[in-house]
C-alpha cells in the first residue's frame, strides 16, 4: 500500500490521486521494482484555504475568492483516518509506503523530519504492517539524491514483502 498525504492541486484538477508529474516518476520507479500496489491518501479529500483578490473591473476593485490547496487541519486529517484504517482492515498490507513526514507522522507519531525516519522501517503493531517512509515526491527531481533514496527505500519494502 502506498499512502500519500492528501489530493494536491493537479490531482483535484484531474480527479485521480497520483496523477502529477513527480507522482508518475514515482510510480515508473515503483513498477520498475515489480511491486503490486494500492494507491491512497491519509486524507482524502482536497483542503484548501480561500483567499481574497482585487480584480479590477472599469476601475471599482471587485474581491474575488480565489481556491488554494493547503495543509490539512487537525479536523480534516482526523475525520479521514478512520477511512484510512478500514481500508488497511480490509486489504490487509504487509508494507505501507508513506509519502513524506506528514503521513509517517499520522502512523507513527515520531515527530521527525522526512530525512530522519526515511532510511528505516517500522512495524506498527496495530496495522500489523511495516512502514517504509520516504521522501516528498516533488523532492524528486532528475540526478539527486533524493532519487538514490528512493531506490534504496523501494528496495527495503520489496525486502520486506518477500
Known sequence: MIV??????VEDKNKKIFSSPNAKIFLEQVDNKGLQYHLTNIVRCTPYKFEYKDIRVKGVPTPTQVKLASKPTLTNQKSCLPHFFKLVDEIKPKVIITIGSFVTNTLLDLGLSIDKSRGHSYYHPELNAFIVPICDLDM???DTVYVKY????LNRAKILLD
Do not use: R
Open 4 to 9: 500519500g498525504p492528501f489530493p494536491n492541486a
Open 140 to 142: 524528486l527531481k532528475e
Open 150 to 153: 528512493l531506490h534504496e527505500d
